[in-house]
């Protein structure tokens, strides 16, 4: 047993993934399952850390390693990351590939063994290891773009390890302590003379990156739609959310953090309006929803910091529910663009109230698990009287209802009818979102079982009627205004398109401008290798020619020639022995 | 998957009923705003701003709509061909992974 609490957790899926291959296709699926709710069922027993104890230490090289640390912030997100791992193991249920349900349990139970890692060593092995596993969810879907990238979304992630590691290695150099914990203090900037430190700066960029952060942010959305239908939404769920928490473990109150997720969830609810691939307008709305957690921990107090788990807790299980419904009509239609999609609501009516329960959830509606956490950041940044991060947050808010409120459910199942009739999505499919949005559902009422889960224990009453009140007002309000941009013609119409975005400068600029420079290289490289090829063949030659039978090694000696040399040899071997 | 001219409106896709949607949307919308004036905010941050009459909802609104112009200003900069940086067609969509394709490979477009 002392083995067993000795494994991090997250592990029965690492190690029984690894071995799903040696069962037959047909069980793979119901074998990850079995795997997931394994795992879940030993996290549920895990032993939580106290306020003051600290965990396990065990030296290895020299360092101090805690590689197992579930305390009251870690273990909220291992406990919503095995609630996830369950769903799309179930959503997955009827894939019969085996790389994609090894790669999903690796991924799962990674990101799972991260979360709860105490040193900087444990987090980037853990680190790597969910960026490997999961760039084979992308490439499953077998086409040459989506090996492309994959490959983008494998250098990018694999880097933002490579950042973390030096600033573990730094840090360790600096302090002699790999414990991962807050990297800042009150006050300290990104500049100047309080700036945080060089390992701490390493550490910020591996997490932004992993974050998405503005400038950052563009792998997202180039990746997760390439991936397959059931890859997107295990990846949807895990990599961001463990950056989340990273940044609430190491940046904790970390004030420039505000400022970085104002602009994170206000810049890509404009990408969105104008996007047609749906399953990319849920990447775009993934961002914006971690910019609202991203002010949330720069913001720092316990409410902020509650609010941020609890939105974290709850995006996890509606985002997935978002991207299972819009990945269940790409399988039955074999497209998740606007242009192509509509009127489904007729051939796929469980599809559809599902996905606008999530709908409702991620835009706030009350009785819907969004409501209750959003709005903790919200009253967090009104409690510190942040007036402009609150506007922003509020806009940020409409802006959710448009494009994951409004846009995803009415192009895709209402809007103009396509004339697509298909079947309703398999019942696997069904069972996981039926899952999702009762989960849903029973955070938005039951908040209080939410709350309890939560770093801090902090008072905070979602259903008061002033914000009930407000909140309906802003989102049906904003619903009116899609009904009105929408009667008089000014709502910008789907078009068969793709938007530039930041991916722009190292999938075009940079290629185009190094081409100069490459064809130097080529020319250089050409003529090294013709010249080197040309000698090594000349040397070649006059070795052949020398060894065959006519030549002056490889020819038959008479017997005089070598006597006469035999004694030469032994004349000069007298002379030497004399000197 | 079958193709049918949309000939079989269904409940959502009748005029009158969208027009009735529409009608119960206002409604609602008006009834909330009213709803301003039976309760009083016990604790707000931004007094003079949150107590406005209103506030959320004109707000909502507002917001809505520059979201919306703003992305339409921004599609004419960064709007391009879809084979812009994948030129192969049949790289568009994942290996959707039916339970069919696995039976009879290549069968199913």
């Not at chain 1, 030296?59 to 769903?87: E, K, N, Q």
């Not at chain 1, 092995?125 to 990238?149: C, G, K, N, Q």
């Not at chain 1, 009127?343 to 329960?357: A, E």
């Amino acid at each position: 047993m002392s083995f067993l609490s000795a494994l991090p957790p997250g592990w029965p899926m690492i190690v029984g993934g690894l071995f799903l291959w040696l069962l037959p296709k047909r069980a793979q699926a119901a074998g990850a399952l079995s795997l997931a709710i394994l795992s879940t069922l030993l996290f549920w027993f895990t032993p939580v850390l106290a306020a003051d104890e600290t965990a396990k230490t065990f030296t290895m090289l020299g360092a101090d390693l805690h590689p197992i640390r579930v305390d009251s912030l870690s273990r909220p997100f291992g406990l919503v990351f095995h609630i996830a791992a369950i769903v799309s193991a179930i959503y997955a249920l009827h894939v019969r590939d085996t790389r994609q349900h090894i790669a999903g349990m690796v991924y799962a139970g990674a990101a799972i063994g991260a979360c709860c890692a105490g040193d900087l060593m444990t987090l980037f092995v853990f680190w790597e290891l969910t960026a490997i596993s999961s760039v084979f969810l992308v490439w499953a879907s077998d086409t040459p773009a989506a090996y492309r990238a994959g490959m983008r979304y494998l250098i990018i992630q694999v880097g933002s390890g490579v950042l973390l590691l030096t600033g573990a290695v730094i840090q360790y150099v600096e302090t002699g302590s790999l414990k991962f914990e807050l990297f800042v203090s009150e006050g300290q900037t990104l500049f100047g003379d309080s700036s945080i430190s060089p390992a701490a700066w390493c550490i910020l960029l591996a997490f932004a990156i992993k974050c998405a952060f503005p400038l950052l942010h563009n792998w997202l959305q180039d990746s997760y739609p390439k991936a397959t239908v059931t890859g997107t939404v295990f990846l949807s769920a895990f990599t961001t959310k463990l950056a989340i928490y990273s940044l609430a473990r190491g940046f904790a109150g970390f004030d420039p953090l505000i400022t970085i997720g104002c602009v994170m969830t206000l810049f890509p609810i404009i990408f969105a309006v104008i996007e047609n691939d749906l399953r990319r307008v849920l990447a775009y709305s993934l961002n914006n929803q971690l910019g609202f957690m991203v002010v949330g921990v720069g913001i720092g107090t316990e409410l902020a910091i509650n609010g941020t788990v609890a939105h974290a807790f709850c995006h996890i299980i509606y985002k997935s529910l978002l991207f299972m419904s819009v990945g269940a009509v790409l399988f039955r239609v074999g497209t998740a663009k606007a242009t192509e999609l509509g009127g489904l609501h007729k051939s796929m009516p469980w599809t559809t109230v599902f996905c606008m329960i999530g709908a409702g959830a991620i835009s706030g509606f009350p009785l819907l698990s969004g409501f209750v956490s959003k709005s903790m950041i919200i009253s967090a940044a009104g409690e510190e009287h942040m007036f402009g991060v609150w506007i922003v947050l509020l806009i940020a808010s409409a802006g959710v209802m448009e494009h994951s409120g409004i846009k995803i459910p009415f192009f895709a199942f209402f809007a103009h009818d396509s004339g697509k009739r298909v079947k309703e999505a398999p019942w696997n499919m069904l069972l996981a979102m039926s899952i999702a949005a009762f989960a849903c559902i029973a955070l938005g009422i039951a908040y209080p079982l939410l709350y309890r889960l939560l770093p801090f224990d902090v008072e905070y009453h979602p259903y008061t009627i002033t914000h009930v009140v407000t909140q309906l007002q802003l989102l049906l309000f904003a619903a009116l205004a899609f009904v009105a941009l929408m009667k008089s013609g000014l709502y910008p119409a789907e078009q068969r398109a793709v938007n530039l975005d930041t991916d722009w400068f190292y999938r075009r600029l940079i290629p185009k401008a190094t081409r100069g420079g490459q064809v130097a290289i080529e020319l250089v490289d050409q003529t090294l290798r013709h010249d080197f090829l040309l000698t090594l063949r000349s040397a070649l030659r006059m070795v052949q020619r020398s060894f065959n039978v006519n030549g002056l090694i490889g020819r038959t000696w008479s017997t005089s020639t070598m006597a006469f040399w035999a004694a030469t040899l032994l004349a000069i071997s007298l002379v030497l022995y004399y000197i | 998957m079958s193709h049918t001219p949309p000939s079989d409106p269904s409940w959502f896709e009748r005029p009158q009923n969208i027009h009735r949607m529409i009608i119960g949307l206002v409604v609602v919308c008006v009834l909330l705003v009213l709803a301003d004036l039976f309760y009083e905010n016990p604790h707000p941050h931004f007094g003079k701003v949150e107590t406005f009459f209103g506030f959320q909802a004109w707000f909502g609104f507002i917001a809505f709509v520059t979201v919306v112009f703003l992305g339409a200003m921004l599609r004419p900069l960064i709007k391009k061909p879809e084979g812009y940086y994948d030129p192969e067609p049949e790289n568009e969509f994942p290996r959707l992974d039916r339970p069919e394709d696995n039976i009879n490979p290549g069968d199913e477009a």
